[in-house]
């Protein structure tokens, strides 16, 4: 991001109370929109705008190659695998691209952080409205130290 955002993170961050409520409030919105488990490292906008940690294995860089042949889940045959929702949303929103980036492991550390704050911070990739990834240097590796 910049040095700008990474005042603005270092500010929340020093701030618990603040902190908090940018955290509660990017949960309210994310877990009612978009069904977020809270993952604290964001990548709606690289998997057409589809929380991939909905996936019973968390897997973050495509489908385990369990899916079923009517795009089901292996571990949850009721519901739809989430790789398969992930492809079919990027199709339609002409973002199939991005999916071909690849994204590291989710880092533990920063469940229930906040992921606004954490991008701000320089911590994860920033949101990316465009259809094409950008290379994007992380400035900063560790977690925020309130929670
Ligand atoms: S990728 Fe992480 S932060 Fe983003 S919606 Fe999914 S669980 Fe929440
Ligand atoms: S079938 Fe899809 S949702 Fe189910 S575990 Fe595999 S990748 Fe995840």
Same mark, same amino acid.
């Given at each position: 991001?910049?040095?700008?955002?990474?005042?603005?993170?270092?500010?929340?961050?020093?701030?618990?109370? !603040?902190?908090?409520?940018? =955290?509660?409030?990017?949960?309210?919105? #994310? @877990?009612?929109?978009?069904?977020?488990?809270?993952?604290?490292?964001?990548?709606?906008?690289?998997?057409?705008?589809?929380?991939?940690?909905?996936?019973?294995?968390?897997?973050?860089?495509?489908?385990c190659?369990?899916?079923?042949?009517?795009?089901?889940?292996?571990?949850?045959?009721?519901?739809?695998?989430?790789?398969? !929702?992930?492809?079919?949303? =990027?199709?339609?929103?002409?973002?199939? #691209? @991005?999916?071909?980036k690849?994204?590291?492991?989710?880092?533990?550390?920063?469940?229930?952080?906040?992921?606004?704050?954490?991008?701000?911070?320089?911590?994860?990739?920033?949101?990316?409205?465009?259809?094409?990834?950008?290379?994007?240097?992380?400035?900063?590796?560790?977690?925020?130290?309130?929670?």
């Amino acid at each position: 991001m910049s040095k700008l955002s990474e005042k603005i993170a270092a500010f929340g961050e020093r701030h618990p109370t !603040l902190y908090k409520s940018i =955290a509660l409030s990017e949960n309210v919105l #994310k @877990k009612t929109v978009f069904k977020c488990q809270g993952c604290g490292q964001c990548v709606l906008s690289h998997n057409a705008f589809t929380c991939c940690m909905r996936c019973p294995k968390q897997i973050r860089n495509g489908p385990c190659g369990g899916t079923r042949p009517d795009g089901h889940c292996e571990v949850y045959p009721e519901r739809l695998c989430i790789w398969w !929702l992930i492809h079919k949303r =990027a199709a339609k929103l002409g973002r199939v #691209k @991005k999916l071909s980036k690849f994204h590291i492991p989710a880092d533990r550390r920063l469940e229930n952080t906040s992921a606004w704050l954490n991008m701000f911070a320089g911590r994860i990739l920033p949101f990316e409205l465009g259809k094409k990834s950008r290379d994007v240097n992380l400035t900063k590796k560790d977690p925020p130290s309130i929670k």
